[in-house]
């Protein structure tokens, strides 16, 4: 298990980049990951976990707070309106908010409940087809519309298309985020969290350097 190692390159990469010890935050992505390995990093200590789907998470990390107290979820994978209640019950963060109708429904949501999850907002900063997030010309509109809503904008979200050099769409990120006044930045994975630390980013999503290679893959 290689937690420990991730957080040590967390830690230089936090010290390279002159920034305060701790001002990243590490989500350990456990999507499709035996529970024998989530237990292994959950007994290491580790409370910050992130999920794709609400399904998954439901199904697995309501046993394991009942055996492990702090334990912080993150929803960083594309969520659908009929999902938004079961993902604002069991989450503390939603990295993937990405459209007017998903906003309007946590807004309806957080209001009824008088609770809502700190809130990422995703830019499809490579302004691929196939992918969710909001275009980079609209990112200032929608964060505004979710202002607008009262909703908990902590930052926003990338995922760099794979084939490109990820630091560009971390810079891009970080000026978008920088012109709204949001000081979250939810970007970098297993290949290129230490860049995305580098170019500012609070919280890094790495499962795969953490747990080792998934079962099957997730879009
Ligand atoms: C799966 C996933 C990750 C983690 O990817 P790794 O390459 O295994 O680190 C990060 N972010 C999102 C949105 C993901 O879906």
């Known amino acids: ?25 590490l989500i350990a992505v456990s999507k499709m990951q035996p529970d024998a390995r989530v237990e292994a990093v959950l007994e290491a200590g ?3 976990f992130g999920e794709n789907r609400v399904q998954e998470a439901a199904g697995k990390w309501p046993a394991f707070r009942g055996r492990f107290d702090g ?3 993150h929803i960083i994978g594309p ?17 993937s908010v990405d459209r007017p109708k998903l ?6 949501l957080a209001q009824e409940t008088g609770a809502c999850p700190e809130l990422f907002i995703q830019v499809n900063t490579g302004e691929e087809a196939q992918k ?21 904008v902590r930052g926003l979200m990338c995922i760099p298309p794979v084939e490109e050099e990820p630091s560009l769409h971390f810079a891009l990120l970080a000026k978008i985020a920088e012109r709204n006044g949001l000081s979250g930045l939810s970007m970098g994975m297993s290949g290129d969290f230490e860049s995305a630390i580098a170019l500012g980013a609070t919280h890094v ?3 795969s350097a953490i747990f080792g290679e998934r079962s099957s893959k997730v879009s």
């Open 71 to 73: 334990i912080e979820l």
């Open 1 to 25: 298990m290689s937690l420990d190692e991730i957080r040590d390159r967390v830690a230089t990469a936090e010290r390279k980049a002159e920034r305060a010890p701790g001002s990243v935050t």
């Open 46 to 48: 580790h409370r910050v």
């Open 132 to 152: 969710a997030g909001v275009l980079p010309v609209e990112a200032d509109g929608f964060v505004k519309e979710c202002r607008a809503m009262d909703l908990p």
């Open 205 to 207: 999503r790495v499962g």
């Open 103 to 108: 906003a309007a429904t946590l807004a309806r």
């Open 79 to 95: 969520l659908q309106t009929n999902k938004a209640r079961q993902a604002m019950e069991l989450a503390q963060a939603i990295h």
